[in-house]
């Protein structure tokens, strides 16, 4: 190449002959279910060498969520998020979430 030509990086086709992109919408459907038709599992984690008790998925509604979560971080006394349907437990608390949980109506897999 000479020096003062420019470098055409026009190949295939343009957007403007109809080509388009279509974003393919998800069709998720979230159903809302009492407590006692959950069952939930537990992961655990670890993040930043600190483990992490996960349990889910719940099919709770983003504020019935928050208040349920709000009250175990209380009776468990630790730090925790709800995310995706899933609740994080700062420690490897697994038996004592299980215990509260169970008290509030949920059940889980064996």
Known sequence: M???????????ASWGEGWSVEEEKSSKTFTLLDPSAHRLVFQKEKRKGKIVTLVGPFSL????AQKTLSVLKKSLACG????EGWMEFQGDISPKVREHLEKLGFKFKK
Do not use: C, I, M, P
Not at 61 to 64: A, G, L, Q, S, V
């Open 2 to 12: 000479s020096r003062g030509t420019k470098l055409s990086l026009d190949l295939g």
């Open 61 to 64: 509604t983003e504020e019935e």
């Open 80 to 83: 925790g998020a709800y995310k």
